[in-house]
């Protein structure tokens, strides 16, 4: 168990490597605890590649995987998804875009500021997280490898760039149904091969509703496919798509399973339904892939329960078609797994066509051909092998599938230009023309594929196969029709024909008749003797009833009263000696009543049920006519007496062929009676000549119509034949031009794509510097401050209206010598220091005088560009009329001040912070008796003791005015009041004291 695990998860890609320890590190029997709490057994069972997938995926440390695809148009898009998605959504979201490798990305800066997520620029070895943004750098192909980020140098010669595809198939094969891909606005078609793996693995596709994409092509070209989930304006993705998700996790592959095992009526119901409308039965195949098909479906139109679906499903007929495409999945494409068709056509078709010779015919049958890419790679593959050796056969390969609408695409043979990256160059060359955006399949390829609608299980097989290409499709059926296919596959074989499977698919119980030509590459050849007994136990019909469901009971359908009535016609028929058989419009026997094997027999070659081919010839050209009179005469036919002649016995037979018309559509029937007359020798020779004679005429108007008809046909041939070289010498020249154009075409396409998205970056950062320059323009129209910018030939490049204040410059001046223009200045060195700023890029800053006597502070300072270099200077001019003013009236005000503070007697001390004087009146130094050297620089105790410091920190701490009576060393008393000064900040940053000596006081 823990090695089949191991084994699996390795191969899908999983390093989910402390769930896995948890399963295999437990023994057989034990039990452990799934993620709702629920006690699960681990017996001896056998965990198929979905079972090991879905017990990962239901780990806690996965997660969903956005691949977002977008090119021309997409950043609108792209901001619009952005911000309407939340920033804690529990997903991770890769951004890849079709870049210029020659324009630096600003992709990481716009998306920036529509949401709150990390943008990151992808780096090679970074783990993708939830919650962040990653953004494809130019000049990179990107791919996911264990949820890791792996970067790919872009091949500049590539023929066709698509880094959508290769993204959105890496998704699907790292994240399986945790993959998302979304498709946004852009040209051409990358990003639909990449959502057909999405879909395969179960994973979901969103795309851009085509009206509100500027450019509609890749959005069109993904929903062309059908396998799109949700189509939407970006807009109304992110709530979509969250909804969708959380829906989704609580979804358990056991919950799953349990819808199956409990609701099987409903399952049977919905199998009924889907088979009444679209004549597929599914319920043989694997219960666990069609119940999560079921239940995506259910997600995806937000139903809850089975009841609520069936009932959707029986008043929505389009919804029975779209479950039935979902069930029907058929993901294909050229060369898929290129190393197995190499192997193919290097020695499985040249082995084939060295068996032939002659005018023998080669025939391959490419069954579940789904959309049609598998049968024509095989078409080229046989093209080029001929060409190589020279010899050319009739081949045919017969591409069949259920579905006609894939069929009904393959037969068109166009494609998307993403097919570029499946088919080598020399192929798309050869055996492909381009047009308006799309590859279509030569003539010379379509010619060898027919395109036909077959149910594999229960349509009878072609014959004469050389090669059966069948793959992928087994893996999800059942065993009882794994069985009825092989052995179809046995009954259309030639001895030594070739069997091609998948690489999930093997021969199990079926590989005694085959022998092992590749097993990497699932090639297989049929034994000589396998094909004995295949055709005695082949049942070309199979009956509803034998399928099987597990825990189900059958539904009852309204055909049971019709089963009952063939049962008593036929029990009623089989009593009569006559052989009956019954016959569809085509002559071919669809029932048997009685015993016909005295005139029915199967040969060896090509198997067919025309009962023409399987009577005697003695009873065959009888039978023709009988046949062919009661078709156009509407009445029942009698023959009697043919002679029917085998070993050494003569019989005479009697034939009677009766015409029905049974249901709604009138649908033709034919019921043909064959027995054996008594001997009588007359009635049988007269017998014989009505009958011979009837035939003769019949023999002889068929031979007049054959005649006519060649005739006709020949001089059709030759008229057709005449028309074909003139139209064949037109082809060749409109091909030629063709090619010519869709080179240029290309080369157009791709360059028009990236200028797109450069030019659309390049609009948002003008939207952004237009914006700034309005900022600048407003801020230089409002400054009273003149400036003048200068390049370095001191040509004028901006000034501001302030200029005008100093210079003679009007707007025209812009662009001419700045030393060209009469100024307002005194001052004549203006020049010279302006060029000296330009050389050594040292500031020059001095204070003019404007000729009217205003003060002017000059400023020159060098321009600077991004790269530090000086690119030209700044004049800058600023009036100091006003200043001045200011300082003369803060002059006056100081001498004011000192003026009154010297005639006050008492001395006014100012402390700053570090309590030391740094100002005093003339009063403190008569008073005090010191100079003013001796005064400044001293603290209060120097001057008052230690009562003159105490009550100058309680001010300093308290901020608050304070007054204190002490007496000096000298023995005079004086009051001290101290008045804090304040910071900006509330803080004290200096004091000033006022001593005020008592004696003084009582003088007076």
């Known amino acids: 168990m823990g090695i089949c695990l191991i084994q699996i998860c390795l191969i899908n890609g999983y390093n989910n490597c402390k769930y896995i320890k948890k399963i295999i590190m437990r023994p057989r029997g034990s039990s452990m605890r799934d993620s709702n709490g629920q006690t699960r057994e681990l017996k001896n069972q056998v965990v198929d590649r979905e079972s090991a997938t879905q017990v990962i995926e239901d780990s806690e440390e ?31 979201f890769v951004v890849i875009q079709h870049l210029s490798p020659d324009h630096k990305s600003l992709m990481v800066e716009l998306l920036s500021k529509h949401t709150a997520m990390d943008v990151i620029r992808a780096e090679n070895g970074v783990s993708i997280e939830p919650d962040k943004i990653y953004v494809l750098p130019p000049k990179k192909t990107m791919t996911l490898e264990h949820g890791v980020i792996q ?109 199956l095992m409990s609701d099987s009526e409903k399952i049977n119901a919905i199998f009924q339904l889907v088979k009444n409308q679209n004549n597929i039965d599914f319920a043989q195949y694997k219960p666990t ?48 797994d290129m190393k197995s068709f190499q192997k193919v056509g290097k020695e499985v078709i040249p082995e084939i066509l060295s068996g032939k010779q002659g005018r023998d015919s080669i025939r391959v049958w490419c069954a579940g051909c789904s959309t049609g890419e598998e049968a024509y790679t095989l078409g080229i593959l046989f093209a080029q092998a001929m060409e190589e050796r020279g010899t050319f056969f009739d081949v045919k390969i017969f591409a069949t599938d259920v579905d006609r609408d894939v069929l009904e695409f393959a037969s068109a043979g166009s494609y998307p230009d993403s097919i570029a990256a499946d088919v080598p160059e020399e192929y798309l060359r050869r055996y492909f023309t381009h047009l308006n955006g799309k590859y ?70 079926h590989s005694e008749y085959f022998e092992t030509v590749d097993a990497k590459y699932k090639l297989y050849r049929m034994k000589q003797d396998s094909k004995s007994g295949v055709a005695q136990g082949l049942n070309l019909t199979m009956n509803r009833g034998d399928l099987f469901i597990p825990h189900t009971q059958r539904l009852r359908r309204g055909g049971d009263k019709e089963d009952i009535l063939v049962k008593i016609i036929g029990s009623f028929l089989d009593q009569e000696t006559q052989a009956c058989m019954v016959l569809n419009e085509k002559f071919q026997i669809t029932y048997t009543f009685g015993d016909p094997g005295d005139f029915v027999s199967f040969t060896s070659g090509e198997a067919s049920l025309d009962i023409t081919k399987l009577v005697p010839k003695d009873l065959s050209l009888s039978l023709s006519t009988a046949l062919y009179r009661a078709q156009k005469e509407r009445k029942t036919i009698h023959y009697k007496g043919i002679l029917l002649k085998r070993d050494e016995q ?97 080369e157009l396409q791709s360059v028009n794509e990236e200028l797109f998205t450069v030019n659309t970056e390049y609009q948002q950062k003008i939207k952004e510097m237009t914006e700034l320059n309005n900022d600048i323009e407003n801020l230089v129209r409002c400054t009273d401050i003149g400036s003048v910018f200068l390049d370095n030939q001191m040509l004028i490049r901006r000034y501001t209206p302030a200029m005008n204040e100093f210079v003679n410059i009007i707007d025209k001046d812009v662009g001419r010598n700045f ?37 002017i502070l000059l400023k020159i300072v060098p321009y600077l560009d991004e790269r530090k270099d000086s690119a030209g200077t700044i004049i800058n001019l600023i009036d100091l009329t006003a200043i001045r003013n200011v300082e003369l009236d803060l002059m006056q005000r100081t001498n004011e001040k000192d003026i009154v503070l ?39 105790a120097d001057i008052w003791g230690k009562a003159g410091k105490k009550l100058l920190i309680r001010t300093f701490q308290s901020g608050k005015r304070t007054s204190h009576q002490l007496q000096s060393d000298d023995g005079r008393s004086w009051v001290l009041t101290d008045v804090p000064v304040f910071n900006e900040d509330g803080s004290v940053r200096a004091v000033v004291e006022n001593a005020h000596p008592l004696e003084q006081q009582d003088a007076s």
Request: proline fraction near 4%.
């Open 151 to 259: 970067l790919i140098d872009k091949d500049p010669r590539a023929h066709i760039n698509l880094p959508i595809d290769m993204f959105l198939s890496s998704l699907a094969r790292d994240r399986g149904e945790h993959a998302v891909g979304i498709i946004l606005s852009g040209t051409g078609s990358d990003g639909t091969r990449g959502i057909r793996s999405i879909k395969e693995v179960g994973g979901l596709v969103m795309v851009q509703e085509q009206t509100s994409a500027k450019f509609d092509g890749m959005p069109r070209s993904a929903i062309s496919t059908g396998l799109v989930d949700f189509v939407l304006h970006p807009n109304d993705i992110s709530s979509e798509l969250i909804r969708y998700t959380d829906q989704h996790k609580l979804r358990t592959k056991y919950a799953t399973q349990g819808i």
């Open 650 to 746: 003569t019989d005479v037979v009697n034939i009677r062929v009766s015409l029905v018309e049974i249901g709604p559509d009138n649908r033709l029937f034919y019921m043909v009676f064959l027995d054996i007359a008594q001997q009588d020798q007359d009635q049988d020779s007269e017998s014989v000549r009505t009958v011979h004679e009837e035939i003769s005429q019949h023999v002889s108007d068929l031979e007049n119509d054959l005649h006519y008809t060649r005739e006709n046909l020949q001089a059709t041939v030759e008229e057709l034949e005449t028309s074909n070289e003139e139209l064949q010498a037109a082809n060749e020249e409109l091909l030629s031009s063709n090619e010519e154009l869709q080179s240029t075409n290309e």
């Open 440 to 509: 279509s399949v030569t003539r010379e390829i379509r010619e060898l594929i027919v395109f036909a609608p077959q149910n594999l299980i229960k349509d009878p097989p072609f014959t004469k196969i050389d090669l059966v290409s069948c793959r992928n499709l087994l893996i999800y059926l059942q065993p009882v029709l794994q069985t009825k296919v092989y052995d179809f596959f046995r009954f259309s074989l030639l001895p030594g024909g070739y069997l091609f499977l998948g690489g999930s698919e093997t021969l199990g119980d």
């Open 819 to 855: 030393f060209d223009l009469t100024h307002k200045l005194d001052y004549v060195y203006l020049e010279e220091d302006t060029r000296a700023v330009r050389e050594t890029k040292v500031n020059v800053e001095k204070q003019i005088a404007h000729i009217d006597g205003r003060p």
């Open 289 to 336: 892939t069609i119940a999560r098909r079921i239940q995506r479906r259910m997600d995806v139109i937000r139903l809850e329960t089975l009841d609520e679906y069936l009932r959707h499903l029986l008043a929505s007929p389009r919804e029975v078609t779209q479950l039935c495409k979902e069930m029907l999945i058929g993901v294909t494409s050229f060369f898929r």
């Open 62 to 92: 996965s997660f969903y995987i956005v691949g977002i695809g977008a090119s021309a148009g997409g950043l609108e898009a792209l901001e619009q998804l952005f911000r309407k998605m939340p920033d804690t959504t529990g997903m991770g």
């Open 902 to 940: 010297e005639v006050i007697p008492d001395p006014i001390l100012f402390f700053n912070g570090a309590h030391q004087v740094v100002w005093a009146n003339k009063g403190a130094f008569a008073s005090l008796g010191l100079e003013m050297h001796q005064l400044l620089g001293k603290k209060p």
